[in-house]
C-alpha cells in the first residue's frame, strides 16, 4: 500500500509538466525494451544490496546521488521517492517492488517533459558465491523532444552489462576484509 501511494504522490507531481509538455502526436514517440544480464561473483544477500538506491552509491560513482524525500532518514524500501540530478535534468524515481525474498525489486523514474522509464531487476543465486543479476529497461519518450533522450539511454542500456559487472567486482573487492596470513 506504501508503494501505491508514493506512485500515487510522485504521478500526481508530475502530472502538471506531462500535462504542459503533451506529445504532438503519441504514435511517434519512442518506446524502447532493453535488457542486459552478468553475474556478480557473491552471494545474493551481498549481491541485492547494492540494487538499492543507497547500496548503488559506492559502486556507481558521483553520477548517482539520490536525495530521498521518502522516507527519512532515507532507506532503501519499496514506496522510497527519490530524486538524482544528472545535468541539466533532475529525475523523480520510485522504488515500486522492494521484495528482497522473491529476489525482485523494480523503480520508475520519470524525466519531466522527456521520458518515463521502468527498471526491472531480478536475481538469481547460481551457487553458493554468485548471482545472476538481470535487468530490463523499459523507456518512453513523453514528447517528441524525449525521444532523442530515449534512443540515447537504450544505446548505454545495451552497454551496461560488463560496466556494472567491473565496477560492482571492483567495489567487492575493496570492501573484502583481507584475511590474515
Known amino acids: 500500500m506504501k508503494a501505491i501511494s508514493a506512485l500515487v504522490a510522485a504521478v500526481g507531481l508530475a502530472a502538471p509538466l506531462l500535462a504542459q509538455t503533451p506529445a504532438s502526436s503519441p504514435e511517434q514517440c519512442l518506446h524502447i525494451r532493453t535488457s542486459i544480464n552478468f553475474t556478480v561473483n557473491a552471494p545474493y544477500e551481498v549481491t541485492a544490496p547494492l540494487f538499492g538506491p543507497l547500496g548503488e552509491r559506492p559502486w556507481v560513482g558521483k553520477i548517482w546521488d539520490p536525495v530521498f524525500v521518502h522516507p ?3 532507506n532503501d524500501i519499496e514506496g522510497a521517492v527519490f530524486t538524482v540530478y544528472r545535468e541539466p535534468n533532475t529525475e523523480v524515481w520510485i522504488n515500486t517492488l522492494f521484495d528482497v525474498a522473491q529476489r525482485h525489486f523494480q523503480y ?3 524525466l519531466p517533459g ?3 522509464t521502468l527498471v526491472d531487476v531480478r536475481f538469481e543465486p547460481i551457487g ?5 543479476v538481470d535487468v530490463v529497461f523499459t523507456r518512453a519518450a513523453i514528447t517528441l523532444a524525449g525521444n532523442e533522450r530515449v534512443k540515447a539511454m537504450s544505446e548505454i542500456d545495451k552497454n551496461a552489462a560488463p560496466v556494472w559487472q567491473q565496477k560492482i567486482a571492483a567495489y567487492l573487492a575493496s570492501v ?3 584475511t590474515q596470513h
Open 72 to 74: 527519512q532518514p532515507a
Open 108 to 110: 520508475v523514474y520519470f
Open 114 to 116: 522527456l521520458a518515463v
Open 128 to 132: 553458493v558465491d554468485a548471482t545472476r
Open 176 to 178: 573484502k576484509p583481507q
